[in-house]
Structures are given as C-alpha cells and as structure tokens.
C-alpha cells in the first residue's frame, strides 16, 4: 500500500450538516480537539454557506477565529472548509482556510438541488472562484459530487464526470476528489474513474469520498487506493449525508478505516483507540447509535 496516504476526517462538516439539532460551538472545538490529539492532520471543520440554509454551519467563522488564535497547534495540521460561491471564498479568506473545497455535481438534478444551477454553469463558477483562491495564496480542492450515480438520475455517464475533471485540469486545479454522494459506486467503476483521471495528468493529486449507503465504502475505498488516490475523506463515528439527495447516509467511519488499514500493516500516525473514544462520546452525545462499526465492537487486537 502507499505511503503517502492521507486521511481527511469530514466529520464537524458532512456529519454534523445531516444532524437536525445545532451542536453548540464549544462541543464542536471539543472533537476538533480530540481529532488532532489523535493525530489526524486533515481535518474539515465546516462549511461557509448560508446560515438560514444550514444553520449547524453557521458557526464555521467562530470556530476558525477561535482556532487561529492557538498557538500550539501541530505544524502539520490542515483545516479546510467547504465554500459554494463568492460569499463563501471571501468568508474562507477571511478566515485563513487552510485548504479551500468546493465542488460541482454531475448529477443536473443533485446540481439544481444542491446550487439552483446546471452542472455547465456551477463548473465554470467553480473554476473561477478556484483560481482567485489561488491567486490569494490559499490551497485548492475541487470535487465532483454524484460521480458514480444519482439517486435522482441513476447511473451517471463515465464521460460526463471526465469532461468535468478536464475542465478542471485545464484550468491548473489537480487536487481533484470524486464524490460518491448518493453511495452508488461499485470497484469496477471505482477503478475505471480513477484510472481514466490519473492518465489524464499523472501530476494529479486525487482523493475519494465514498457514502456507505448500501454497505460498499470500505472496499470502493481500497479500490480507489489502488488506483493511486493520496486523499481518503471518512467522518468520525460514520456521521454524514447530503441533505440535497435522495437517501442521505453517513461517510465510511474515520475508525473503521483505521482499524482496516492497521489490519494491512498499514500505520496511519492515528491513534485508533482516541478515535474510538471520540465515537463513543458523540454516540453519548447525540442519544443514539451512530452508523460506525468498531466503537461498537471493539478493535480485533495483534501484536
């Protein structure tokens, strides 16, 4: 397996945008902290969106103007936040984002759902918004969401999702991520995308978000590693879901993949037992079992 994999926790954001109550701040701070003390290093703390619209992201200003003040953070640390449009770049400027996301839909329906804008018009949104980022000195992931299926549409044409990545590629953005948002990716088609896209430009930096809707994020994860992703997006405890599709479901558990990488001697620099803590003590939190298999079960123990 790879050494240089990365493990972006998206928990504080695609977990907590799917839970109907507000998390206060403070416990929001409190599992960014339990996140970075476990030793992960990429780490997605919100989203600036419209608070009216989201308002379990309305705090995301607060939380980085808190967070930058600190003094001890790790040099490593990565804090990114996910924008949609103009107000949102100016927000995460602003904000000094460590890594800027945003992202288009393949799907015309998620698209006008999520954006109220075709693919077409958020793709050439996208990319402009993208490159100022750039040119304000700040780091750029850009997504394709819907990658592998719709809820709303079905089986998403593998050419559809490629003239995207192009455009992007074109324009100079090679941190790309494929987003399964609906969790309809199958292996094969996993590895047919991410083939296709690392020919495209060998140079490209290519990260993964798998949905584990029917039960297939564990495995189209691994095929996406063997086709050479660097980035593995998962949420702590399994939390998550986009509430503009037609069957949300939670990410791939943040300690379920550790505990599988660890099984495949592979060392992640997390502490799998801390990771287990924080699921547990958002489990206790929010009242109810969350979707996460191993701080349920326990770690299977080797030497």
Same mark, same amino acid.
């Given at each position: 397996m790879q050494n240089n994999l990365i493990i972006h926790d998206v928990g /504080? %954001?695609?977990?907590?945008?799917?839970?109907? %109550?507000?998390?206060? !701040? !403070?416990?929001?701070?409190?599992?960014?902290?339990?996140?970075?003390?476990?030793?992960?290093? @990429?780490? =997605?703390?919100?989203?600036? @969106?419209? #608070?009216?619209?989201? #308002? =379990?992201?309305?705090?995301t200003d607060e939380i980085f103007s808190i967070i930058n003040q600190r003094k001890d953070l790790p040099k490593d640390l990565v804090l990114t936040a996910l924008i949609l449009n103009e107000k949102g770049m100016e927000r995460a400027i602003q904000a000094k984002v460590g890594k800027i996301l945003m992202g288009v839909s393949a799907s015309e329906t998620h698209s006008y759902k999520n954006t109220k804008m075709t693919t077409a018009e958020a793709t050439n949104r996208i990319i402009t918004i993208a490159k100022e980022c750039v040119a304000a000195g700040r780091e750029v992931q850009v997504s394709i969401q819907s990658a592998f299926g719709c809820g709303f549409e079905g089986r998403i044409p593998l050419e559809r999702v490629l003239k995207i990545a192009e455009k992007y590629l074109n324009n100079g953005l090679r941190n790309i991520s494929l987003a399964d948002t609906a969790g309809h990716a199958n292996p094969k088609r996993v590895e047919e995308l991410f083939t296709k896209l690392k020919k495209m430009d060998d140079n490209s930096e290519l990260a993964c978000h798998f949905h584990n809707t029917y039960g297939m994020g564990l495995i189209n994860i691994q095929s996406a590693i063997n086709c050479g992703v660097k980035y593995v997006e998962t949420s702590f405890a399994g939390l998550g879901g986009c509430p503009f599709t037609k069957v949300a479901a939670g990410n791939v558990a943040t300690e379920d993949f550790v505990h599988?990488? %660890? %099984?495949?001697?592979?060392? !992640?620099?997390?502490?799998?037992? /801390?990771?287990?803590?924080?699921?547990?003590?958002?489990?206790?939190? /929010?009242?109810?079992?969350? #979707?996460?298999?191993?701080?349920? !079960?326990?770690?299977i123990n080797w030497n």
């Open positions: /504080l %954001r695609d977990g907590l945008q799917s839970i109907d %109550r507000v998390i206060e !701040t !403070t416990k929001k701070i409190e599992w960014l902290d339990q996140l970075i003390i476990a030793g992960v290093r @990429v780490i =997605q703390v919100g989203s600036f @969106v419209n #608070p009216k619209v989201l #308002p =379990q992201m309305a705090d599988y990488l %660890r %099984r495949e001697d592979y060392d !992640t620099n997390i502490n799998l037992d /801390l990771m287990i803590d924080l699921a547990k003590d958002v489990e206790q939190y /929010l009242g109810y079992k969350l #979707p996460g298999y191993v701080y349920k !079960t326990g770690k």
